[in-house]
């Protein structure tokens, strides 16, 4: 794989970005190339591989790739990978170490796809100790949802480990056919393992800043009202 990405770095004719004329002469070109050649390979290593993804264009304009574009201030993040917004992709493969190398992402979203492996830990220092902010599924996030973690924001699976947990420390059990709990405690146990009874973490478009919105007191407190609705007449 890395022969194929050789063989494209070195024809001149694949990168549009040195036969157009358009950019001026202080382009940060070695920044730019060294950025080029992680994202090449991130497509080589996984199902980006089989998309017409990758192109002779400058890749700040390839699908699912922010650059940073401040030509009038000309920062130091001048057209450097800003953001990578793979979110609901059917993206898949190892999650990708090299991504830590984008040294100015600022925004890296995963979510909804079928990557394996867990967020390199490297990205989970940058997310935790830098504003870089990280959306992921749950499979792929090294988060305990009662903390702050790697991911600002994840995207439960199903079964949730997360809702499970959640389960478990207000019912004391998260098997729901547990002789622990008593019966209407059962049905609040099926009820909050549903990742489907809970809208909260499907709709992308409820929760707009969704780093901030406080998921384990509001699970808490729907554990509690679930727990009036099913014991109750309600």
Not at 128 to 139: A, M, P
Not at 154 to 160: D, F, R
Not at 179 to 206: I, P, R
Not at 208 to 234: C, H, N
Request: proline content about 3%; overall charge negative.
């Amino acid at each position: 794989l890395d022969s194929t990405v050789c063989s494209f770095m070195k024809d001149k004719d694949n990168h549009d970005i040195f036969i157009d004329g358009f950019y001026p002469d202080d382009f940060p070109y070695y920044d730019w190339l060294d950025e080029r050649i992680i994202l090449l390979r991130m497509s080589a290593l996984t199902s980006l591989k089989d998309e017409p993804w990758a192109s002779t264009a400058d890749h700040c304009s390839w699908d699912h790739v922010i650059c940073e574009e401040d030509w009038e201030n000309k920062t130091d993040s001048l057209h450097l990978v800003r953001e990578l917004e793979f979110n609901h992709t059917s993206w898949s493969g190892t999650f990708f170490d090299e991504i830590s190398s984008l040294s100015k992402l600022k925004v890296l979203r995963t979510n909804g796809n079928s990557l394996e492996g867990e967020v390199p830990s490297q990205l989970c220092s940058s997310s935790i100790n830098t504003d870089l902010r990280i959306i992921g599924d749950e499979d792929n996030c090294p988060n305990i949802l009662t903390e702050s973690g790697c991911c600002d924001e994840v995207k439960l699976t199903i079964p949730s480990a997360y809702l499970a947990g959640r389960v478990e420390k207000e019912l004391g059990s998260a098997d729901c056919l547990s002789e622990v709990l008593n019966t209407s405690d059962k049905e609040v146990c099926g009820f909050m393992l549903q990742k489907n009874n809970h809208y909260v973490f499907q709709d992308d478009y409820l929760y707009p800043d969704r780093e901030e919105f406080p998921f384990d007191m509001w699970l808490k407190e729907r554990s509690v009202l679930a727990q009036i609705y099913y014991g109750t007449s309600l």
